[in-house]
């Protein structure tokens, strides 16, 4: 493949943020009695400069040992106050 077009480029994108949007707005229903919270970082531009940033996320397993990713969040640290 030499090259893509724009809206090419952009179908991709348009519907990663609709499967992103479905995934932030859902109810989380049920019982999750185990829940880890961990964090890595990723180089980010923020202001013209890149800058580290901590991923945040968020996972549990529910009471029919289902696991899932609850949430995810992006923060200056994986420090509490985040």
Not at 31 to 50: E, F
Request: proline share 5%.
């Amino acid at each position: 493949m030499d090259g893509i077009s724009k809206s090419q480029a952009s179908r991709p994108c348009e519907e990663l943020n609709e499967r992103a949007h479905t995934f932030f707005v859902r109810q989380i229903e049920g019982d999750w009695p185990y829940l880890w919270i961990d964090a890595t970082y990723v180089k980010v531009r923020q202001n013209g400069q890149i800058v580290s940033v901590a991923v945040i996320v968020a996972a549990g397993v529910n009471s029919d040992c289902r696991r899932e990713v609850l949430g995810m969040d992006i923060g200056p640290s994986e420090a509490e106050p985040f």
